[in-house]
T-cell receptor, first 114, second 112 residues
Framework: DSGVTQTPKHLITATGQRVTLRCSPR?????VYWYQQSLDQGLQFLIH???????AKGNILERFSAQQFPDLHSELNLSSLELGDSALYFC?????????????FGSGTRLTVV | DAKTTQPPSMDCAEGRAANLPCNHS???????VYWYRQIHSQGPQYIIH???NNETNEMASLIITEDRKSSTLILPHATLRDTAVYYC?????????????FGSGTQLTVLP
């Protein structure tokens, strides 16, 4: 257990639907990052939140949105789902330790769009 | 962040040392070398990082050349459970918690 909790672990839904993925960071970590990994593809950065505020956006589609709540958990909302959105979605959290940031990843949510 | 180049795949016999190279010829003086790995469909896992000195922890050793333009991750006694994609990432480790950017990595296959 890495300390980063993602739910659900698996999700199957139909095209056109909307889903919400949830991430609870490690205790004390203020940053949450979301990544998408399609089949046999690399890890694509989507978005970064720090203490409730959006800090950076990567290759995130307009149909996707995220937020980080006061208790620091984060949700990734995916709408108007397409077959190509089928992927593993990972979140990570980070904390400053010494002079470096340590990043911890969750076990991911596998989304299948049918 | 400096660009890194890694071989797409490598094989290693179980029990032998696995040496994974990474080229980062454009690395800046304040950039660290990080190594992560991703076992199939699991979240990436931190292995080790370094600035210019060689580093060792319970998982691996990191050897950085004197000019810092390349590095090697060494798994001293590879096991089947070390089969994974290994990512070499170069970035500044400052106060801003920017995201990690992953390349394509090296698929290490440990053979029985």
């Amino acid at each position: 257990d890495s300390g980063v909790t993602q739910t659900p672990k698996h999700l199957i839904t139909a095209t056109g639907q909307r889903v919400t993925l949830r991430c609870s960071p490690r205790s004390g970590d203020l940053s949450v990052y979301w990544y998408q990994q399609s089949l046999d593809q690399g890890l694509q950065f989507l978005i970064h939140y720090y203490n409730g505020e959006e800090r950076a956006k990567g290759n995130i589609l307009e149909r996707f949105s995220a937020q980080q709540f006061p208790d620091l958990h984060s949700e990734l909302n995916l709408s108007s789902l397409e077959l190509g959105d089928s992927a593993l979605y990972f979140c990570a959290s980070s904390v400053m330790t010494g002079s470096n940031y340590g990043y911890t990843f969750g076990s991911g949510t596998r989304l299948t769009v049918v | 962040d400096a660009k890194t180049t890694q071989p797409p795949s490598m094989d290693c016999a179980e029990g032998r040392a696995a040496n994974l190279p990474c080229n980062h010829s454009t690395i800046s003086g304040n950039e660290y070398v990080y190594w992560y790995r991703q076992i199939h469909s699991q979240g990436p896992q931190y292995i080790i990082h370094g600035l210019k000195n060689n580093e060792t922890n319970e998982m691996a050793s990191l050897i950085i050349t004197e000019d810092r333009k390349s590095s090697t991750l060494i798994l001293p006694h590879a096991t089947l459970r070390d089969t994974a994609v290994y990512y070499c990432i170069v970035r500044v480790a400052q106060s801003s918690a920017r995201q990690l950017t992953f390349g394509s990595g090296t698929q290490l296959t440990v053979l029985p």
